[in-house]
């Protein structure tokens, strides 16, 4: 019987010796596909609980070490781990495995009887969402508690392959350890994928050996505009740059907990941060500076000068060093061709390769589908897939090219249409730069504009208006964090939470099995991780849910 709605209790009982029991709800985001209760005894969670892993197995080794240390950050007390031989029980034991069994690559079954608990996936990276669940289903604080956990089975997988998150420190910077947080709450709201927008017109933020003047130069711009583009400035110089070595530690740390990160170098606009380190470049030769104006901009790479395609290429060279994910987003987005029509070197290009325009797409147009195209095709070489944001389609599509829907979802099923993987970014639904509140003066912090509430979000559907066929090419589901207005850490924490929990179920649990007042309450719950966590959240969709307890009361 699958009772999808039906809590699984976890009993904290006090440690004072107090006979009384509170029982807490499953309260578990994102939501389980299949939840099943058996009438058994407890499991019951101490300090002499072991957690043991198949022997040899090092992935499994590290997932056990994660749940002693969430067990750890919730109870205050550390389970010991244990290697165990194929075959060997451990009483009184969360064992990890794998079993070929379960459904999906990244699915796992929780089964808990009252004398041992397993958690199984097909592959490591399933194991580890597993330990999310139960890890998220005991409460977030329950120092010198002893924990009960029901029998029962849990049978979860996602609905996603992709379920990302972007995050762009090109217009502000972030440190080392702010982008480690950041991926661990990826891994808290069972997401694999980092979207990491490195490079913008206001400023170059990884280091390329080849070409250290995109970091000496590009990473420094001497001035910020104040507010939306005001035409005044804060005539402060701004700057940061991750080193190769500091992006090869935050790879590990994010593959470590299972997420991949996959680098954005955007090209061939939002480049003036590179031009104004290497002006020869540019169309007009510059002289250009590190932008300190928020948009979109004229100047973008020169794409007829024969210097331009090589510097790209030298650049994907080192970032595919230092990144090993399948995929490379090479962005493609807001490139205007104003520069390219009067640029002698790029009409000379146009004319060599024959670029024609039609009713749909300028020469200038199939211009940037011919840079794509080559840079895809040096990717593809080194088995590497490009990504791109939808304004890829404004041409000739690269044949292996994934688009990224960011201009609502149009792009997406155009590109599904086509016969196209597709990742759906959609601003009308997963920018969370936007207010999550339509009160922006009583807001504290400032947004670009736009409004999009936890319920918009939660609503979102990836595959609406793709038939069947279509839909299998969505791989999934990303939100953006564009971040001109965010210049901390904090202000980041606040446009993401709990938005991000609304994301979690869209990209992993079934349509059928959402319920957004449902979700609500279990909401509370992971709020509580973020409390104790010390993050900064957003609150807005609490309060009428307060409001509404004081007038019941």
Not at 252 to 269: N, S
Request: hydrophobic letters at 35%; a negative charge; aromatic letters at 10%.
């Amino acid at each position: 019987m699958n009772k999808l709605f039906l809590p699984i209790v976890a009993c904290v009982l006090a440690a004072c010796g107090s006979d009384k029991q509170q029982a807490l709800r499953y309260d578990v985001i994102p939501l389980p596909q299949e939840i099943n209760l058996l009438q058994e005894s407890p499991f019951k969670l101490t300090r002499n609980t072991v957690i043991a892993y198949p022997e040899g197995n090092a992935l499994l080794g590290h997932n056990a070490d994660f749940l002693a240390d969430y067990i750890e950050q919730a109870t205050g007390f550390r389970p010991r781990t244990k290697a165990v031989k194929n075959g060997e029980n451990a009483d009184k034991a969360i064992t990890l495995g794998l079993d070929p069994s379960v459904t999906g690559e990244e699915g796992y079954r929780i089964i808990t009887h009252s004398e041992s608990i397993s958690i199984c996936g097909k592959t490591a990276n399933g194991v580890f969402y597993g330990i999310q669940t139960l890890r998220k289903s005991i409460p977030a604080q329950a120092q010198d508690a002893a924990i009960l956990l029901p029998a029962g089975e849990v049978e979860d997988w996602p609905r996603f392959s992709y379920r990302g998150m972007h995050l762009d420190v090109g217009r502000h910077f972030f440190p080392v350890e702010f982008i480690k947080e950041f991926i661990d709450l990826l891994a808290l709201h069972n997401m694999n994928t980092l979207h990491w927008h490195l490079t913008e017109d206001q400023g170059w933020r990884i280091e390329i050996k080849k070409y250290p003047k995109l970091t000496e130069i590009g990473s420094v711009r001497q001035r910020t505009v104040i507010g939306h583009n005001s035409g005044e400035y804060d005539n402060t110089p701004y700057e940061g740059f991750y080193t190769q070595e500091e992006a090869r530690e935050i790879v590990e740390y994010a593959q470590k907990r299972y997420v991949t990160i996959i680098p954005e170098i955007d090209l061939p606009g939002h480049m003036l941060a590179a031009l104004a380190a290497y002006p020869e470049l540019g169309c007009t030769g510059g002289p250009y500076k590190v932008c300190p104006n928020w948009g979109v901009f004229e100047d973008v790479l020169c794409i007829g000068n024969e210097k331009t395609i090589p510097f790209l290429e030298d650049i994907m060279t080192e970032i595919i060093d230092i990144f090993p994910s399948k995929y490379i987003h090479i962005g493609g987005d807001e490139a205007p061709r104003t520069r390219w029509q009067k640029c002698s070197k790029c009409q000379a290009l146009i004319r060599k390769e024959g670029l024609k325009a039609d009713k749909q797409h300028t020469a200038e147009d199939r211009l940037q589908s011919y840079c794509t195209a080559r840079i895809e095709k040096f990717l593809n070489e080194r088995e590497r897939q490009i990504i791109g944001w939808d304004e890829i389609l404004e041409g000739d599509l690269a044949p292996n090219a994934t688009v990224m829907s960011w201009r609502g979802s149009a792009g997406g099923i155009k590109a599904a249409q086509m016969g196209h993987d597709v990742i759906m970014t959609p601003n009308t639904y997963c920018y969370f730069d936007y207010f999550q509140s339509e009160d922006t003066k009583n807001e504290p912090y400032d947004a670009i504009g736009g409004y999009i509430p936890v319920e918009k979000v939660y609503s979102f559907d990836p595959v609406e208006g793709l038939d069947e066929i279509q839909q299998k090419y969505v791989l999934g589901v990303q939100a953006n964090v564009w971040t001109e207005y965010m210049t901390s850490p904090e202000q980041v924490e606040y446009m993401v939470l709990p938005r991000m929990a609304a994301l979690a179920e869209v990209q992993w649990t079934q349509p059928g099995k959402k319920e957004y007042n449902n979700f609500l309450q279990r909401l509370g719950q992971l709020a509580k991780f973020y409390d104790r966590d010390g993050l900064n959240y957003a609150k807005h969709v609490f309060k009428p849910m307060a409001e509404s307890e004081t007038k019941t009361e």
